[in-house]
């Protein structure tokens, strides 16, 4: 099973990495900069693998730039607390 296909199992690997990120001194900028381009990339790149997935892809399809760093920004939000370190 792909990591995309399971919710919660991509919010603890994006939780994982946001701490790796963070233990190596990234500043919130340069890592919501990171969750924008990873964001833009899996929307133009990758299919959803999930209902989840699918909304967040609809929204960003729909997003202005600025829309679009805001959901990668509540993204990093939503993750912070999540991770298999928890």
């Known amino acids: 099973m792909s990591i995309l ?9 994006l ?5 790796q990120a963070q233990d190596q ?3 919130e900028k340069v890592i919501n900069d990171i969750a924008y381009q990873v ?3 899996l929307a133009k790149e990758v299919e959803p693998k999930n209902e989840q ?5 609809d929204l960003w399809s729909v ?3 600025e829309e679009q760093r805001a959901i990668a920004s509540m993204m990093v939000k939503l993750v912070q607390d999540n991770g ?3």
């Open 5 to 13: 296909e399971n919710w919660q199992q991509w919010k603890d690997f």
């Open 15 to 19: 939780g994982d990495r946001l701490d």
């Open 25 to 27: 001194g990234m500043s």
């Open 39 to 41: 964001g833009d990339y």
């Open 53 to 57: 997935e699918r909304i967040l892809a």
């Open 63 to 65: 997003a202005t730039e």
């Open 84 to 86: 298999t370190n928890k």
